[in-house]
């Protein structure tokens, strides 16, 4: 079954630190892939996406992605985190011929020290 | 415009009841589709609905079911409600798939809790 593995379930930084969050797919043909955030509080919001070309992607509020075909994966970066960033981030994929279906990470809880 | 709006955004029912959860999608999209988060579960996919026709089902059992109607709305019904089933549920929405369309826009949820 395809599934999404994201291996951090929280992460503790101070402001100014770089973030690098993990996922990893697990599904050999074509892929879409995205960055959900879930704010306290808030509905899930779409930070990124990757559907073909530049497997570099950039997305609101300085977050960046790299699609890596061999490796399965699609890690979530941004170069210096603020106290605003805290929240819980979700990697999902979506599967050709499967509409909008997503399938979701577990999540990881990023924390940012003030 | 307004975004995917759920109703009710709390709900506290007892084991065994039925329960309905509604969802009005962003005008204009034609697809909706409805997650679990359960604590510790991440976001499970439910049931993805089109034009008024059921797609697709995630791995359920047949008592969550759901609809939509014409006007592109929809439900989720889950009938004998289990401890387990206390979860956030997600609806989202999308124009049809497609090459320029890949955005589903998400509600706020129905925070339910089964005692």
């Known amino acids: 079954a395809q599934s999404v593995s994201q291996h951090n379930h929280h992460v503790i930084l101070s402001e100014a630190a770089s973030l690098e969050l993990g996922c990893n797919y697990s599904?050999?043909?074509?892929?879409?892939l995205f960055w959900y955030v879930q704010y306290p509080g808030q509905h899930l919001q779409l930070l990124l996406k990757y559907f073909s070309g530049d497997p570099l992607v950039k997305g609101i509020k300085g977050f960046e992605a790299e699609f890596i075909k061999s490796k399965f994966s699609f890690n979530l970066r941004k170069p210096s985190v603020q106290w605003s960033d805290t929240a819980e981030y979700f990697c999902?994929?979506?599967?050709?011929?499967?509409?909008?279906?997503?399938?979701f990470g577990q999540g990881t809880e990023l924390s940012v020290k003030p | 415009e307004a975004g995917v709006t759920q109703s009710p955004t709390h709900l506290i029912k007892t084991r065994g009841q039925q329960v309905t959860l509604r969802c009005s999608p962003i005008s204009g999209h034609t697809s909706v589709y409805w997650y679990q988060q359960a604590l510790g579960l991440g976001l499970q996919f439910l049931l993805w609905?089109?034009?008024?026709?059921e797609r697709n089902r995630g791995n359920f059992p047949p008592r969550f079911s759901g609809r939509q109607f014409p006007n592109y709305s929809s439900e989720l019904n889950v009938n004998a409600l289990e401890l387990e089933d206390s979860a956030l549920y997600l609806c989202?929405?999308?124009?049809?798939w497609g090459p320029g369309t890949t955005e589903a826009f998400f509600g706020q949820g129905t925070r339910l809790t089964v005692v």
């Open positions: 609905y089109d034009e008024g026709e």
């Open positions: 999902a994929v979506n599967l050709y011929n499967q509409g909008g279906k997503l399938i």
């Open positions: 599904y050999g043909g074509t892929v879409n």
């Open positions: 989202a929405s999308s124009l049809e």
